[in-house]
């Protein structure tokens, strides 16, 4: 656990270093990554939707970080009007100024951090969370697994799709695989009179 905070210490600290040294990305003086890139964004697709044999379903749905233009500022936090998109660290930034990229965090699943710049050139960057689980991220300009987190790189948050897995439990298949309610009435069945 140490070491994740330290990780992510660490490439805060690094993104916030690199917001105003774009060279180190840069080949021939030029950035490898377009400020302000004319990029539409993906086709939307429906979600994927499997069933499975015990009869729950499986729903991934491909989602992105939300916009700079989206983050509305609440006191000291940042956050979205929907989504449940939200910041844990302070932040004296008025303006979002970009999207820097995101960051992936965990083994197999885990969450997902969208990282922008703000107004101020001595301030942190601003990072935004939301309480969803995610598929580890492949494709885009995601980066390879660091050992317990991914990182993309970009101004485009296009750039950076992952993925949410959701799952619908049969609720009346658990009620009844439970012992203690077996040869009992069943209150979820609308059949049942009580006896």
């Given amino acids: 656990m140490r070491n994740f905070f330290q990780a992510k210490i660490f490439i805060l600290i ?7 040294t774009p ?3 840069a080949q021939n003086g030029q950035p490898s990554v377009p400020a302000n890139p004319a990029v539409t964004p993906p086709a939307v697709t429906a979600p994927k939707v499997i069933n499975q044999s015990d009869g729950t ?3 991934l749905q491909t989602f992105f970080c939300p916009q700079p233009n989206e983050l509305i500022k609440n006191g000291l936090y940042w956050g979205t009007a929907a989504r449940g998109w ?7 930034d ?11 965090i965990g083994i197999n699943v885990g969450k997902m951090v969208c990282i922008y710049k703000g107004n101020l050139a001595t301030s942190f960057p601003i990072t ?12 885009g300009l995601w980066g390879k697994d660091l050992g317990g987190y991914r990182n993309c790189h970009s101004t485009n948050v ?6 949410v897995k ?12 439970l012992d203690f309610f077996k040869n009992k009435p069943n209150p979820l069945n609308s059949n049942s009179d009580g006896q």
């Fill in 128 to 139: 935004l969370q939301n309480d969803t689980l995610s598929i580890a991220p492949t494709g």
């Fill in 14 to 20: 690094l993104i916030s270093c690199l917001i105003d």
């Fill in 57 to 59: 379903q499986v729903t």
């Fill in 166 to 177: 959701t799952q619908t439990v049969n609720i009346q298949q658990i009620y009844e695989s």
């Fill in 158 to 163: 296009w750039d950076c799709p992952f993925i």
């Fill in 86 to 92: 939200k910041s844990y660290s302070e932040s004296f």
């Fill in 23 to 25: 060279s180190i990305f």
């Fill in 94 to 104: 008025n303006q979002i100024q970009s999207f820097v990229g995101a960051q992936w």
